[in-house]
């Protein structure tokens, strides 16, 4: 009974982590148009949420934490550079260069990257005459056929103007926006890629270290049970490695003084888009398996989608964003 009230509770648990991702995409765009630094978002965004992690996780699983052995610290090294720097970075990179719409349309592709691996990796077992194994593939095809309309599809504007939309984008596109990778975007442009370009590789490049970060964490979970300090030590390492860029990716003092609406933005992202959605992801993981946690990624776009035309008042299209030299609006 335990456990099919558990189960209940992580299903739940994975749409709530999913609207406040749509949430936190939203956000994070409005201070990005800002030029807000993405490396010093993701520094005081990590920060805080190991600040909050680190004392939860040490009094309230004092009695199931294991011994740290070298083989776990590599794993929680893995999980860190993976989970934490690899997968904030470069979504906000790539958000950076298109809009939170398509940031979250392109998280369809997570429950494909992570049901490809966890099966080579052995953790999830597809057995196709099971209803788990059926409803296991069934989730990862419409995934990907509906990232697939998306990317390809675009019909008429569902609610609001798109004209009006372009104006908004052409306006916000003007802000100067520093980024870690600028010295790069040159190179890549000489190769006839244009931003959208490199905000679409980054951003697949956010949902395949999330893929990786679930694969990787189930089997670390039966060795380490404890979640909290699990997602604990991923931050540690994940503020780390972003610390560390950041020294590198900041022209100095001045990037790093924050104003109030900045604030609030990074405590939204450290506790919950941080804190509050890596615990529960970690937790939902030990329960119901990385691949049913990263079929909840398709809810992004929809809740995004909305909150994008209520706050940025983007335009939501049915199929994809149309895609021009000025900015990005929102499909359905």
Partial sequence: MMVGTDTWKAHAAMVLVQMNYAGYHVIAKLALNVGMNQVVFCVYRDMLALALLA???YYREKRIRSPISRQLLVSFFFLGLTGIFGNQLLFLIGLGYTSPTYAAAVQPSVPVFTFILAALMGTETVNL???EGKSKVLGTLICV????LMASFRG???IGSGFLDFAAHSEINVLAQP???GWLSPRLMEFGLERWHIGILCLIGNCLCMSIYLALQAPILKRYPANLSLTAYSYF??????TFTGVFATNGYADWVLTQSEIRTVIYAGVVASAINYGLLTWANKIIGPTLVALYNPVQPVASAFLSRIFLGSTIYMGRCPLDDEGLTCPL
């Fill in 55 to 57: 004392p939860i996780s």
């Fill in 129 to 131: 005459k099971t209803n």
């Fill in 145 to 148: 056929s509906g990232a697939m």
């Fill in 156 to 158: 008429p504007a569902v």
């Fill in 179 to 181: 980024e870690p990778i």
């Fill in 237 to 242: 390492f994940g503020a780390l490695f972003m």
